[in-house]
């Protein structure tokens, strides 16, 4: 089970560009760090995280004023009848109160503290998927009077 998602590892960097030659293959700290970087996970999560900063930045902003303007009731024609015809002309701006933008604002910084420490957990899991796997085949080929010992002594 660890042969094959050591080889499909070694495979997605090979896909994601990392050239092999950065990578010390007898270092097990050198294919965690290529794993957290050809990891498409992270990459979601750091999307995520820029968009979440971002919304964190416009949180407690105010809307723009909005200006309108429109006729009903024209002719076909075009031509200006005005008993019917109705021109607009309006301009509005929509007030948030104080406490309402306070709370906006704490949400997005709590939504990026969540998606920061999403990311600190999942860069942790994939960093110990990564060295269990570099260091399983290592573990199988233990002897077995070895695999008696270890038994025994529990």
Partial sequence: MFR???ACLAGALFVAGAA???IDWNDPR???E???RASPVLREIDANLAAARARR???GAT???????GV???QIDLSRDPMMTMYMVGASQT???KQRRESLQRSAALDVQRLEREAGVRRAEIARDALVAYNEPRRKTRSPRMKRSHSSRT
Avoid: C, D, G, K
């Fill in 4 to 6: 094959t998602f050591l």
């Fill in 20 to 22: 092999p030659a950065a």
């Fill in 30 to 32: 050198s294919v965690a």
């Fill in 34 to 36: 290529a794993a957290l």
């Fill in 57 to 59: 930045r416009s949180a």
């Fill in 63 to 69: 809307p723009n004023p909005m200006l309108m303007a």
């Fill in 72 to 74: 009903q009731n024209q």
């Fill in 95 to 97: 007030i948030v109160r």
